[in-house]
């Protein structure tokens, strides 16, 4: 059961541009989290948004949580070589005993 | 240092020989689950527990076993691995799930090759 689609899939950009990237579902969720994973490593929690409507800035990175709870997204301002790696959303729905679903990932490689 | 350690890093085996993935985590968690990656499809649940002896089949369990004696480990057991088993293997745990955002904490994978 694929709950989370993420678009796009592969992204890669200059040094300097800003970028967005998208989950999206037919599920309401109670809570959404992003993710950023490098490689050889696990995945790490970046946000966790709970409220419709909800924007969350951690630095650079903007997150928002649409308001009927069924997508989010995540806005990247003048993205650095640093930012490069996988990005997953995951989100929670009581229907599912609160268990976290992945989306299918955004691999962004931000060129120098 | 509160981690979730998984054991090995690197596996490769053969069709049929029975092995298993070792996860540890030290921060007490009550809940713990394994995940399989693969390219394009994102983190598949494989098994998940809630607390010791509570374990329930995520959304891919066929061909796994998993246990729960204790509250810091949660082994993933391949009685009879398949090819289509290869894969990236994740383990994580966090504290009772109530979907209200608890963090997941990661170990840092498993390679798993099956020949």
């Known amino acids: 059961t694929q709950l989370l689609e993420q678009s796009p899939q592969f992204l890669s950009i200059q040094e300097g541009e800003n970028l967005t990237v998208y989950c999206n579902s037919s599920s309401v969720f109670s809570s959404l989290q992003w993710y950023r994973q490098e490689p050889g490593e696990g995945p790490v929690l970046l946000v966790t948004?709970?409220?419709?409507?909800e924007v969350k800035k951690l630095k650079r990175l903007t997150f928002q949580f649409g308001d009927a709870r069924k997508d989010s997204s995540l806005h990247i301002t003048a993205a650095q070589t640093g930012d490069t790696g996988l990005y997953l959303c995951a989100g929670a729905t009581p229907n599912t005993g609160n268990q976290f679903y992945f989306g299918t990932g955004t691999s962004l490689t931000v060129i120098p | 240092e509160a981690q979730v350690t998984q054991n090995p890093r690197y596996l490769i085996t053969v069709t049929g020989k029975k092995l298993t993935v070792t996860c540890s985590q030290n921060?007490?968690?009550?809940?713990m689950s394994w995940y399989r990656q693969d390219p394009g499809l994102g983190l598949r649940q494989i098994y998940y527990?809630?607390?010791?002896?509570?374990?329930d089949k995520g959304d891919v369990p066929e061909g796994y076993k998993v246990s729960r004696k204790e509250k810091r480990n949660f082994p993933l057991i391949l009685e009879s691995p398949s090819p289509n088993q290869t894969s990236l293997y994740f383990c994580a745990s966090s504290p009772l799930r109530t979907g209200k955002g608890e963090k997941l904490f990661f170990g840092s994978g498993t390679q798993l090759s099956v020949l």
């Open positions: 921060m007490n968690h009550e809940y």
């Open positions: 527990s809630m607390n010791v002896e509570v374990t």
């Open positions: 948004v709970v409220t419709g409507g």
